[in-house]
């Protein structure tokens, strides 16, 4: 993750339990999970997800909500961290795990030697120097 | 003009992607990190398109249509086109998670051949999607009451960022951005004011 540095250092902070200071889902605690699990189909229905984020305020000319968890875990469900990134970064660590997750070969990460993850498998997220 | 899907797309981490089913999709795009990609907000490889939206928001209108000729293209933002392979008639038009090789959130079914892609992109100003709508009074629906709402929602407002897909057979020999400015570079956000 670390061609992505801010969704990166987001994921440290969110295993730690900090969080941006206006975080709506709170900051500090919960401490958020290494282990998550893959939830598609929940993500795709879950159009409360995108009502729930929407008083956490972003310049939108240059950042995006990052959130950790990220949407497609189950682990994400209102209790993510959320902090603003660089669209650049956001877009493209979103990218990285959607092809990762799905055993697409991504430039400079280890080919997850799996293949298609189904959703309920349990993934853990690392971040690479 | 055949409208052939009118309903929402998820654009997870503000992008999605356009493919051919068996194409092997978005294996063989590069990332939004390299530099170019993510300027133009588009990448394109043959078989499979991957587009940047504006908005901060997962969720965009987003209508397809088959068309026998050029669509015109003077009320859009901007209008990306690409040459795309559908040899297994399948159109795939999904978010970066569930873009599997051979399914997606969004499956079409067309006649197998060659095909323009044109990506019309409509009030492409950042920060102009359903945030700025009545998702606050939303939120207190339950969540299929949401989903039709928000269906409606983005339906009736052509106000925000909405993008249509024209699929017409044959080729171009142009692609890319054929109208509007670089992603990037950007609409000012003070233009639609």
Redesign the interface.
């Known amino acids: 993750m670390s061609?992505?540095p801010q969704s990166a250092c987001h994921m440290v902070e969110a295993w730690a339990g900090a969080g941006s200071e206006n975080n709506p889902r709170g900051n500090y605690l919960p401490l958020r999970p290494h282990l998550v699990t893959i939830d598609?189909k929940g993500?795709?229905?879950?159009?409360?997800r995108?009502?729930?984020v929407?008083?956490f305020k972003?310049n939108?000319?240059i950042?995006?909500?990052d959130e950790y968890p990220l949407?497609?875990f189950e682990e994400n469900k209102k209790k993510a961290s959320i902090k603003c990134v660089k669209?650049?970064d956001?877009?493209?660590?979103?990218?990285?795990?959607?092809?990762q997750?799905?055993g697409?070969?991504?430039?400079g990460a280890t080919p997850n030697p799996y293949g298609?993850l189904e959703d309920g498998s349990v993934v853990e997220m690392v971040v690479r120097e | 003009m055949n409208r052939i899907f009118a309903g929402k797309i998820q654009a997870d981490h503000g992008q999605f992607l356009i493919y051919a089913a068996g194409s092997g999709a978005g294996e063989a795009l590069p990332d939004w990190t390299e530099e170019e990609h993510g300027e133009k907000g588009y990448m394109a490889n043959g078989s499979a398109i991957g587009l940047l939206v504006y908005g901060g928001t997962s969720l965009y209108w987003l209508e397809v249509y088959l068309h026998d000729n050029l669509p015109t293209f003077e009320e859009c933002d901007r209008v990306l086109a690409f040459n795309l392979e559908i040899a297994s008639g399948k159109l795939i038009i999904s978010d970066i998670f569930n873009a599997c090789s051979d399914e997606g959130a969004i499956n079409l079914l067309v006649e197998a051949g060659s095909y323009v892609v044109y990506i019309l992109g409509y009030n492409l100003v950042y920060g102009n999607d359903i945030y700025d709508g009545l998702f606050t009074e939303m939120y207190k629906l339950s969540a299929e009451e949401l989903d039709k709402e928000i269906d409606r929602e983005l339906e009736k407002r052509t106000d925000i960022e909405r993008y249509e897909i024209i699929l017409v057979s044959g080729k171009t020999q142009i692609e890319g951005a054929i109208k509007g400015e670089n992603y990037m570079g950007g609409i000012e956000p003070d233009r639609h004011q």
């Not at chain 1, 993500?43 to 409360?48: K, L, P």
């Not at chain 1, 697409?104 to 430039?107: A, D, I, S």
């Open positions: 061609v992505h598609r993500n795709e229905n879950d159009v409360r995108n009502a729930s929407a008083p972003c939108s000319a950042d995006d909500r949407a497609v669209k650049k956001n877009r493209g660590s979103g990218s990285q795990v959607g092809k997750i799905n697409q070969n991504f430039y298609y």
